[in-house]
Each structure stands twice: as C-alpha cells, then as structure tokens.
C-alpha cells in the first residue's frame, strides 16, 4: 500500500473515500468484478415471500415465524485502508442478512466474554444461565464453547422448531445424536439456543446490547434491526423480553445496510480498536478465527477460508460472516486491509476473488 492508513469512518458520514489507483489497486479489475456481481444478482428475493417460501416447501417445519422485508437488488461496498473505494447498488437499502445474524450473536457472547460475564468459555451454560434447555444428563453438559462453534449437538425444541427441523445440518429426525463437542452441524434452532442464553446471561434484549455496547460506539447508523419469532418471548425479572433469531432461515434475524455492516468489519480488522477505545479484545478476536477442530474452516461462528472450501477462488487470509451461500456477506481480509460487503449476488466467491487480485497483498 503507497497510502497511509485510514483507520476508521467519521460518525455517521460519508465515509471517506479514496481512488484506486492511489492504493495501488487496479481499477479496471475492480470494475469488473463488481460489474460481474452486478450480473449475477438474486433477482429472486425482490420477492422475498416467494423467495423463502422455496426455501422451505421441502423442509420439515414450512411456516415463516419472523417477519421478512425484499431485497432492494445486487448492492456492496469496498473498502481498502480504510477508504471507500468502490460501491454498488443501493448499499443504504435495510436488507435481510440470514446466517451473517449468528456472526452478530457470536459478537455479543464476545462482548460478554470480555465484560466477564463469561469467565471461561468451557464452562457449563447450565452454570451461568438458569433454563430448562440446559438441564438433563446431557444438556447440562454443553459449553459456551459447544454452542459458538455449533458442537453442542444439543436436542430439544425451541420456538416450535424441533433440533432436526433445519436441514443445513444434514440431521435428519432419526440421527443418532453424539454427546456435546463430539459431532459439528450447523443448525439454525441451536444458534437460536445460544441467543436465548445470552439474553437471559445479559438480562436484556440482544438488540439493546449490541446497540449500547457496540454500534452506538462504532458511530453506526440508527437504521439496524434485530428480530425473532413472534413467539420468541421470555419473562425475566417481571418483564417480557424478545429473544431474537440468529438466522434467518424461518424469518427475522438482522436487517442492516451494507456501511454497518463494513463499520463491524473493520472493528474486527482493527483488532477491536475503534480510534482510541476498545470495544473488543483481541483475545476474543483471536478466538473467534481460531478454528474448530472438527471444522478447519469454522471458527465461532465466523466462517474461515484456511483451505479455500468455502470460497476457492478468495485468498485462504480472509474470513466471514456468510448467509444464504453466502448472497449475505462480511468478507475481511488482513493481508489485504479489506473489507467486502456483498448483498443479493450470486457466485460471491469469484467477486472475493476478482477484487483480491486487484489488491496487492
């Protein structure tokens, strides 16, 4: 890079921007590979009813229970340095973003972790956290750990939505399920297990944490929304709480614009500095890319690239918050001081892999 580094965004503004060639970019492979994300937009979720309804016409629990919105087209943003140096369609537009929801639980456990709240993160859910779903000969034996990196194999029902009701896992409702860290199966009704017990750990609303202790900070937009299923209450203390989705495979999850989205990239690009204050340790940035052992390109819940699986095309330095194969997507990658914001595109990879190319690591 011949520029110095911009580290972070002004509040709320426009972020600053840069042109390619003054990074050291090259522009014309830039253009086209957004030119080339722009082709292969979803046209699909326009209509986001239909969209899901497809999704679901197979699967074993077919009903939406959280709510929806369209998808406004193929829209992202680049940045490089910390500079703005390419965007597309309307990144403002409040879009949906599926599975980059259980990236955002996985950044409030962090932030209880950090507060302490969360002493060790192998300690018993059941120590910390008085519920039903974490009792038993089998339940009270899941971690923190086992839930972060979707291990806990746990088998109950929540929300009216059975452990096997979510087919991603490929556990169908006769699998025979292992003891806690044994088997790994990514299923949306577990994550949703773990966003319960951080909101009873918190003693308030997911969405009310994460705004207080992270997007209020990071000078973030007042547009983001979290949302659960409409029967995804508990009663704390009195009160009637909201427990929100970590997903969006039945609805609701995180809605949010493509520059917030870049403003929690580049928080974790940083290292959890924004300017001077810390918002994330660095212990629990490390430990969020540290690999599960029975996953190498998982880590808690942040998708890694360390064998080029997930995205071939895109360097094995980056990681991700991925959702819907990865139509929803936070791409950093620290070779390359990069952060890629995609939305609504198909075949995500060859955009990582385009735009890498044109970076000089």
């Known amino acids: 890079m011949t520029a110095?580094?911009?580290a972070f965004p002004p509040p709320r503004g426009d972020w600053p921007r840069a042109e390619p060639e003054w990074l050291g970019i090259d522009s014309i492979h830039l253009h086209r590979a957004i030119e080339g994300a722009k082709a292969r937009e979803t046209t699909a979720a326009r209509d986001m009813a239909s969209y899901l309804e497809k999704i679901l016409a197979s699967q074993p629990c077919p009903d939406l229970l959280g709510p929806w919105r369209d998808a406004a087209g193929a829209s992202g943003v680049v940045i490089c340095n910390g500079y703005l140096v390419a965007e597309w369609g309307d990144p403002e537009a409040i879009e949906m973003s599926f599975s980059v929801s259980k990236s955002y639980v996985s950044l409030v456990a962090g932030v209880a972790f950090d507060r302490g709240l969360i002493r060790d993160l192998r300690e018993t859910v059941g120590a910390?956290?008085?519920?039903?779903?974490?009792?038993?000969?089998?339940?009270?034996?899941?971690?923190?750990?086992?839930?972060?990196?979707?291990?806990?194999?746990?088998?109950?029902?929540?929300?009216?939505?059975?452990?096997?009701?979510?087919?991603?896992?490929?556990?169908?409702?006769?699998?025979?399920?292992?003891?806690?860290?044994?088997?790994?199966?990514?299923?949306?009704?577990?994550?949703?297990?773990?966003?319960?017990?951080?909101?009873?750990?918190?003693?308030r609303a997911l969405p009310e944490v994460l705004v207080t202790e992270v997007l209020e900070p990071l000078d973030a937009s007042r547009t983001f929304e979290w949302h659960?299923?409409?029967?995804?209450?508990i009663e704390l203390d009195g009160r009637t709480i909201p427990v929100v989705s970590g997903g969006a495979h039945w609805g609701a999850g995180v809605?949010?614009?493509?520059?917030?989205?870049?403003?929690?990239?580049?928080l974790y690009l940083r290292r959890g500095l924004w300017g001077s204050r810390r918002l994330l340790s660095e212990v629990w940035i490390d430990s969020t890319t540290t690999p599960c052992t029975l996953n190498q390109?998982?880590?808690?819940?942040?998708?890694l690239n360390r064998?080029?699986?997930?995205?071939?095309?895109?360097?094995?330095?980056g990681f991700c918050a991925r959702g819907n194969l990865g139509r929803q997507l936070i791409w950093v990658d620290p070779a390359r001081d990069l952060v890629v914001v995609s939305r609504w595109s198909d075949n995500v990879g060859a955009l990582l892999g385009?735009?890498?190319?044109?970076?000089?690591?």
């Open 307 to 317: 064998r080029s699986v997930i995205f071939p095309a895109a360097p094995s330095t």
């Open 128 to 203: 910390l956290v008085d519920d039903p779903a974490f009792t038993g000969p089998v339940h009270s034996r899941i971690t923190w750990e086992h839930l972060l990196y979707q291990t806990s194999e746990w088998g109950g029902t929540l929300w009216d939505r059975p452990w096997w009701s979510d087919p991603q896992g490929k556990q169908a409702r006769d699998h025979r399920l292992a003891e806690p860290g044994e088997v790994w199966a990514y299923n949306d009704v577990r994550i949703n297990l773990l966003a319960l017990a951080l909101t009873r750990l918190w003693g």
């Open 228 to 233: 659960g299923y409409r029967n995804a209450w």
């Open 297 to 303: 390109d998982y880590g808690k819940l942040w998708w």
């Open 354 to 361: 385009a735009i890498s190319d044109a970076i000089p690591s």
């Open 255 to 266: 809605w949010a614009n493509a520059y917030d989205h870049a403003r929690i990239a580049l």
């Open 4 to 6: 110095k580094a911009l």
